[in-house]
């Protein structure tokens, strides 16, 4: 007599069986359910961040020297790590400056010129998208407004649209709501302009990979918020 595995009910994301056994008795086992593999990828990341975390810790206990004591600096901005994925990936790209601008793109050659796609103005910058492009000047109005305000009521420098760069502004994390805000209710940081056609469509797959990366984030998001509706 075979034994036979029989599911029995799934918790979280463990899948129990009994189990009928050849001399008549009944065990249960458990059994992980599949992972996507954005989960897995993001299981890895949180794996290696945890044993580098111990491995300096191991040191700094060994040598009690200060470079093994991790920063405050490095410590995540609580607001951006709370938002929307797209919109924390659109915030750091505009914070290191690699990200969806005009200037950036033609460094990169992804583009022929740095021209604001949106105004065409002749360089289209961070400063330039966060202050002075028309297409979105209500936004920039509502943004500066709301950095203004939440900078008086906090402890710090006062920023203010005049006297503050923009590295100065994605740096405080008192403003960073107010970006992140910016960020939703605009396609800043979000689109690389219309299709370049002198250089054919090696050029313009190029100017898309952005919006790719994207899409593909934006899939694992759906699967992963599939399966955890589909567990409960």
């Not at 010129?113 to 360089?123: F, L």
């Not at 313009?204 to 599939?226: F, G, K, L, T, V």
Request: aromatic residues 8%; positive net charge.
């Amino acid at each position: 007599m075979k034994s036979q595995s029989t599911p029995i009910h799934t918790t979280e994301r463990i899948e129990w069986f009994s189990t009928t056994n050849p001399d008549g008795s009944v065990s249960t086992r458990k059994s992980p359910l599949p992972r996507s593999l954005a989960n897995v990828k993001r299981g890895f990341s949180e794996q290696k961040r945890e044993d580098a975390r111990g491995w300096a810790r191991k040191q700094l206990a060994r040598t009690r020297n200060r470079k093994y004591r991790p920063s405050e600096k490095q410590k995540p901005n609580p607001t951006v790590a709370k938002a929307n994925k797209r919109l924390a990936s659109r915030f750091y790209q505009m914070k290191t400056g690699h990200c969806l601008t005009g200037q950036y793109l033609a460094w990169t050659t992804r583009r022929p010129d740095a021209t604001c796609w949106w105004c065409q103005y002749s360089i289209q910058t961070r400063e330039h998208l966060f202050k002075n492009c028309p297409q979105w000047r209500s936004q920039q109005k509502a943004l500066w407004t709301t950095v203004l305000e939440e900078t008086r009521k906090l402890p710090g420098p006062t920023r203010g649209r005049d006297r503050t760069s923009i590295a100065e502004l994605l740096v405080d994390e008192r403003c960073s709501q107010a970006v992140l805000q910016f960020f939703a209710t605009t396609d800043v940081g979000r689109t690389s302009g219309p299709p370049v056609a002198e250089d054919g469509e090696d050029a313009a797959s190029e100017a898309s990979e952005w919006e790719a990366r994207d899409q593909a984030e934006r899939a694992w998001e759906w699967r992963e918020e599939e399966e955890r509706l589909g567990a409960e």
